[in-house]
């Protein structure tokens, strides 16, 4: 079993930037992928950025430039730093890790205040 644990969310002005992290615990192997998506109301949730255990990234083009995801092997955990927030960067935002089959965790609120 794999657990994921999301902090960092909060309520921001727009321009304003934010740190998300993500502590994974158990079944972790470093190699794998690992992830960050979100979920607006009413909408779908999307892919954010992704990260292999390697260090490649992809990224949503609606966040390119202004989000970075970044991982630590040792500790288990992705980070993902946003600036320049968007109103319509808020959402619901979840870790991933991609195993055998997808985990997530339960999810951060981010706000962003026009």
């Known amino acids: 079993q794999v657990q994921l644990v999301e902090s960092g969310g909060g309520l921001v002005q727009a321009g304003g930037s934010l740190r998300l992290s993500c502590a994974a615990s158990g079944s972790i192997f470093s190699m794998n992928t690992m992830g960050w998506y979100r979920q607006a109301p009413g909408k779908q949730r999307e892919l954010v950025a992704l990260?292999?255990?390697?260090?490649?990234?992809n990224y949503a083009d609606s966040v390119k430039g202004r989000f970075a995801i970044s991982r630590d092997n040792a500790k288990n955990a992705i980070y993902l730093q946003m600036n320049s927030l968007k109103p319509e960067d808020t959402a619901v935002y979840y870790c991933?890790?991609?195993?055998?089959?997808?985990?997530w965790g339960q999810g951060t609120q981010v706000t962003v205040a026009s």
């Open positions: 990260i292999t255990g390697g260090g490649r990234t």
């Open positions: 991933s890790y991609r195993g055998y089959r997808d985990y």
